[in-house]
């Protein structure tokens, strides 16, 4: 016997609140669309997996492990059988917190604590009213490529050599991107005779398109109410690895989304429903039957470079927090945010690798912004499976770039905390893991 549940709940944040994702403060002013938590619940008889994906920036591992564990207490369920997501949009919040770091490192602040205790408790809420939801069910899958590039790889080669993240519109000076983004839609359908379907839906990109200082979902939003609205069904949306892209091709000229990002974003969110609609009548059935999961806490050397520089970054940080100098480049503003906190941080990384596995169907997750080759290393090193690679899973540990990546720089490998070494740490994880996977009965 095999079941699947789904719950929602709202846990957006109060006005005023500090939102999460820019080097500058910003607190809430309005809704443009609810902020949630949507949960799946799948049981096979003997063992139950859940997953819950929030419409925040970051849950950070020192919030995740707690929360996870708040789940388990409440459910029953193995911790290492729970996976928490943060969907990563720029109009939200933050949960929890960098070692070291009690507070926000941009505006000084926290969330409320009523809220937050609020909001723990929800997470608890959500995974039993899923339980609660459990209907026989059979588990199918599809793929489908959207009919236009929603993602693109921002990284980019100049003519001088050099790689910029974000170069700036119809830049003269762009040759390539660096590498080529993944516009694949991947849907779990779950079939239920006696309750509605529950699509469970993969992209990978950045969802920062909307800005400004009012509550939103961005694109995943916009997926899970188009999904819904279309086929009759649940709709959850999980990002994939999206550390190295967003909405933007710099290589063409501007067009009018500038001045409606909230309209862009509900176009991608259309085009990837679309795809899910077209995909959905053709999924293939899935095995159902072993649930298993683990998760690994990968510690890794902290990248230390530019200790000798830390006064002067944080000087340079000091007049950019007060306006005084705006016009730093990306990469300027990466080593800005890494070096000037150095003092803070540990010898060592840690970031949490997870895997879970469903019947033949496997989830992979990065605690972190994870590269996209991450995405297809782990599809690779299991072709016998259905990998879906997840990103921000049980934790939020920053940019995970690739070795070729921080030999090639950009913000992303100058902002980065971590080491080349990461690559190879990050791999060994998932590989151990699948093996593992492989071996139960």
Known sequence: MFQAGFAR??????????????????????????????????NNGEE??????????????NAATPIREGISAATGVPVNQIFVHGLHPHTSIRIGSRPGREVDGISGEQCDSAYLDVLYRKFADVARMAMDDLRDAEMEY????????????????????????????????????????????????????????????????HPDVI????????????????????????????????????????????????????????????????????????????????????VQMVLTPTNMQGMDEIDRWKRVKVDYDSGKN??????????????????????????PVSVMGIGDVVFVGFGGEAFTYYGKMAME???????????????GQGYLPTTKAFDEGGYEAFSSRFTPVLQEKLIGAVTEMLGRYRETD
Request: include cysteine; aromatic fraction near 10%; glycine fraction near 8%.
């Open 9 to 42: 709940v709202d846990i957006t944040p109060p006005l005023g609140t500090p939102m999460a994702g820019y080097f500058y403060v910003r607190h809430a002013d309005g809704i443009l669309d609810p902020i949630e938590l949507n949960a799946l619940a799948v």
């Open 48 to 61: 139950t997996a859940i997953l819950i994906a929030a419409d925040v920036l970051y849950i950070m591992e």
């Open 142 to 205: 599809g793929e489908q490529k959207t009919e236009k590039q929603l993602s693109f790889v921002r990284r980019y080669w100049m003519k001088d050599g050099s790689l910029k993240s974000n170069p700036g519109w119809q830049n003269p000076d762009i040759v390539r991107p660096a590498d080529d983004a993944d516009n694949t839609v991947r849907v779990i359908r779950f079939k239920r005779s006696d309750a509605k379907d529950i699509a469970f839906v993969n992209f990978w990109t």
């Open 211 to 294: 800005g400004g200082t009012k509550f939103s979902a961005d694109w995943p939003g916009f997926v899970r109410r188009y999904t819904e609205a279309d086929l009759g069904v649940h709709c959850l949306v999980f990002n994939g690895p999206q550390g190295d892209t967003n909405h933007l091709d710099f290589s063409i000229p501007k067009d009018v989304w500038h001045h409606d990002r909230y309209g862009f974003s509900g176009m991608m969110g259309r085009t990837i429903a679309d795809a899910v609609l077209k995909v959905w009548d053709k999924t293939e059935p899935r095995k159902d039957g072993k649930i298993w999961g683990e």
């Open 326 to 351: 705006r016009n730093l480049s990306q990469n300027d503003l990466g080593t800005m945010g890494r070096v000037s906190d150095l003092e803070n941080e540990r010898i060592f990384q840690m970031v």
């Open 381 to 395: 090193a299991a072709p016998d499976l259905t990998v879906i690679p997840l990103t921000l899973i049980n934790g």
